[in-house]
């Protein structure tokens, strides 16, 4: 009998050890978080040959007319990398100050951090703010040609790569305070009908002493307070966004470009950077106020459901473009099958604890990006545009006219119906 009891007690003993010893061992579910930032402002040469190659190389700013070059920085451009990590599944956030970043360098970067750091390529995402003051990314705002600069590109990747790597080594147990508000003050509709999203979206994440590690926002507003006649590279409002954010609460902050397309675009009488700083402090504001009444919670869930989806080019401006080699190599750019050219865009859904994050590669109407929110089902319905592709305006099929602005920058009309039937799927 004695025996007996004391082999129970052994075993109870042994039983105790190995749940105390999951606990705090590595195989517990504990979230991680880090954060980190790279400066990716491109060198300026006004007139003259900085670099020493015996040639002016003009930094051709994207957005707005053909042509623009840039004449010097009034602040600097920036990737921000944000990484998670639940279990064994790890999800990296990238977000770049470009007005867009194409698949095939998407596609290069995906493998080489796949194979760094071993993340599946199905859960990195990299967006771009959408920013007119930044350099010629896509290739379509030199003088007469494509405004890439290969050299530029070559060296963005490398940065890139670098602050993923800071992101990663960083990574520490967090906990993240979600939060949300409506501020469409700012925000004008320029093409009818007048639909706006007005969610102004964001997290904090915090580590186990309540310092910030990242704070993430979500606006659905083109960066273009500074117009055409600015010929200084910026990061917009969203870097006056940051900026404060970052002063105020500490870490990195990252801005992600909601459903911008139809046109969303800054409510301002004046395109000065004066403008941008109060636009950029106005959205600070909000999203301190209600971030501090979030209180930080741990995180629980992380899932990723994502697929590469092919979107048909039936815009001859840009089946024209790709075949005079504005965009560059099209190995990995685009797709073909049956006579058909495709661009094929990484699109996905992720859940992070309470919030849902839906990724678009291109400029979603608030049309589209509304009956995305409305399959979402959540309070915090994030949607990341212009993630791992920029394919161009995302119109409603039933709003599609052939003699519009965005649609001469669009695919063709099939697009929000093949990024909405994702959604659907996913969801059911």
Known sequence: MIKKIIYIFFLSFLILCQNQRALFSDET??????????????????????????????????????????????????????????DKT????????????LFDEVAFLKEEISSRWGMAPGNIFIASTHTHGGPDTIGLWGEGGSGKNPEYMISLRKKILKCVENAVKSRRPAKIAFARNHFGNPIYDARPPRVI????????????????????????MHAEVLDGRNRLVTADYPGVLRE???????????????????????????HTFFTCRRVGHFLSRRVISSLEKSEPASVNRLEVRSKKVLFPIENP??????????????????????????????????????????TIPGEAFPEVGRRIRDRLRTDYPFLLGLCNNEIGYI?????????????????????????????QSVLE
Request: aromatic fraction near 12%; avoid cysteine.
């Open 244 to 270: 404060d954010l970052e002063k105020h609460f500490g870490g990195v902050s990252l801005f992600f470009a909601g459903d911008i397309g139809g046109m969303q675009t800054p409510k301002v009488l004046f």
């Open 90 to 101: 790890t999800v990296l956030f990238v977000s770049l100050d470009l007005i867009g970043y």
């Open 317 to 358: 401006r840009f089946l024209g473009a790709i075949q005079n080699g504005l965009f560059g190599e099209t190995d990995r750019l685009v797709e073909r099958e049956n006579d058909k050219i495709f661009l094929p865009s990484d699109v996905a859904l992720i859940r992070l604890g309470p919030a849902q994050f839906g």
């Open 395 to 423: 119109v409603p099929e039933e709003e599609w006219d052939e003699h519009g602005y965005e649609e001469t920058m669009s695919l063709g009309p099939k697009t929000s119906e093949l990024l909405l039937n994702f959604f």
């Open 197 to 220: 999203n007005d969610l102004l979206l964001s997290l904090r994440a915090v580590d186990d002493q309540n310092h910030t590690i990242a704070t993430v926002v979500n606006y659905a």
């Open 29 to 86: 579910q504990t979230f991680l978080a880090g954060a980190a930032k790279e400066n990716i402002t491109p060198v300026v040469e006004p007139f003259t040959d900085l670099n020493g190659n015996g040639r002016w190389d003009p930094v051709w700013l994207a957005g707005y007319q053909n042509g623009r070059f840039a004449q010097g920085v009034h602040d600097d451009l920036w990737a921000r990398a944000w990484v998670v990590t639940l």
